[in-house]
């Protein structure tokens, strides 16, 4: 099933459809400002594992999330001053920044030593979407498994997941690239990845 939103001004309706399948354990398909992730509600086991299932992840790798705001992140992380600083200044952006989480997320979100990705993405839908829900998602990018290729539009990713997504939300382009990743824990900066958003603070 594919929903069509307005991606500036996303229909509030809409929006809380969507919200509606992802509270009754679905797992969606939704765009950010890189790429299209698949999405559900980190609480829900069930669709977590269903998420894991689709696109064939490692269970013990920790898991990405997206929250609405830096409070949000500051709710489920051990976030020092220091970081702080560095994400008010960089989001919402294409970055994802591993963190590590307290014990407000379940432990099957995080790896042994309780490290997440941390992303808020520069989408009025997402944003709209977490503000719906006030409770983050965890993500993951749509890549075909069996590929292992980025899928950028609805209508490939409906075909590849379409049978264990509750939706796939068409929005229009999406960039069309990854996140930058930097590792910040200890107040120290490790860049993992480059990819969309400048990595140059960290040189």
Sequence with gaps: MIIQLNSEHPSPYRVQKVAQLLESGGVIAIPTDTCYALACLPQKKSAVDQLIKLRNLDPKKPRALVFSSIQQVAMYTLLSDANYRILKRLLPGPYCFILESNRKLPRFIGDKRQQIGVRIP??????????????????????????????????????????????????????????????????????????????????
């Excluded at 983050?136 to 749509?142: E, F, K, M, Q, R």
């Excluded at 890549?143 to 379409?162: K, N």
């Excluded at 939706?167 to 069309?176: K, L, M, S, Y």
């Design 122 to 203: 520069n989408h009025p839908l997402i944003l709209a979407l977490l503000q719906e829900l006030d409770t983050p998602l965890t993500v993951t990018s749509a890549i075909d498994p069996a590929e292992d290729t980025m899928l950028y539009d609805p209508w490939s990713i409906e075909e590849v997941f379409g049978h264990g997504l509750a939706a796939t939300v068409d929005c229009g382009d999406v960039p069309g690239d990854v996140s930058s990743v930097v590792k910040l824990t200890d107040d120290e900066s490790e860049v993992i990845r480059e990819g969309l958003g400048d990595i140059s603070l960290f040189s």
